[in-house]
T-cell receptor
Framework: SQQGEEDPQALSIQEGENATMNCSYK?????LQWYRQNSGRGLVHLIL?????REKHSGRLRVTLDTSKKSSSLLITASRAADTASYFC?????????????FGAGTILRVKS | EAQVTQNPRYLITVTGKKLTVTCSQN?????MSWYRQDPGLGLRQIYY???????DKGDVPEGYKVSRKEKRNFPLILESPSPNQTSLYFC????????????FGAGTRLSVL
């Protein structure tokens, strides 16, 4: 399976601290995406990084991609209570680009105020 | 407003009683997909559709049916629901291919008694 695996499964930090979540996957990818899910709600796209990119920024978010290690990280800087959510990585395989994204099990982030 | 609309949001039913969960998008997306989300398992794809009248199985299609008669609609049909189909279901759409950003509905929480 190509499924991404997030690490850690859960993370609890104080407001203002940085949060780092990691994602590992198994096969060659076209791109990797990060999504956020507030409790029981639909997923919201955060950022997409292509296989030929190494780093991408969006506001307080920074995503890195290391295709040699088949891993990615999502850094949220200066976290806020509103960042409390589950975060998922999703990979789109080189061979399956037409068909699907494969999601990991997610990291639950809790930001305490 | 661009959105994916699922109905109903909550549904409690009994084993064997056929049900349909509707999904509609207003973004003229070719690609639509159904996922189920279970604790610790992330999102798993049930079925997807690359365009009208073109559907295919995802990772967990058993017990489900879909149809794509119109571009905007992609209903999920459970002909004879069973308790192991109790889950949180999400519809998503994107431009084809699936490597593009996915837009998710708010989810349907289904309980089969």
């Amino acid at each position: 399976s190509q499924q991404g695996e997030e690490d850690p499964q859960a993370l609890s930090i104080q407001e203002g601290e940085n949060a780092t979540m990691n994602c590992s996957y198994k096969t060659s990818i076209n791109n990797l995406q990060w999504y956020r899910q507030n409790s029981g709600r639909g997923l919201v796209h955060l950022i997409l990084i292509r296989s030929n990119e190494r780093e991408k920024h969006s506001g307080r978010l920074r995503v890195t991609l290391d295709t040699s290690k088949k891993s990615s990280s999502l850094l949220i800087t200066a976290s806020r209570a509103a960042d409390t959510a589950s975060y998922f990585c999703a990979t789109c395989g080189q061979l399956e680009y037409g068909n699907k994204l494969v999601f990991g099990a997610g990291t639950i982030l809790r930001v305490k105020s | 407003e661009a959105q994916v609309t699922q109905n109903p949001r909550y549904l409690i039913t009994v084993t064997g009683k056929k049900l349909t969960v509707t999904c509609s998008q207003n973004m003229n997306h070719e690609y639509m997909s159904w996922y189920r989300q279970d604790p610790g398992l992330g999102l798993r794809q049930i079925y997807y559709s690359m365009n009208v009248e073109v559907t295919d199985k995802g990772d967990v299609p058993e017990g489900y049916k879909v149809s794509r008669k119109e571009k905007r609609n992609f209903p999920l049909i459970l002909e004879s629901p069973s308790p192991n189909q109790t889950s949180l279901y999400f519809c998503a759409s994107s431009l084809w291919p699936a490597k593009n950003i996915q837009y998710f509905g708010a989810g349907t929480r289904l309980s089969v008694l």
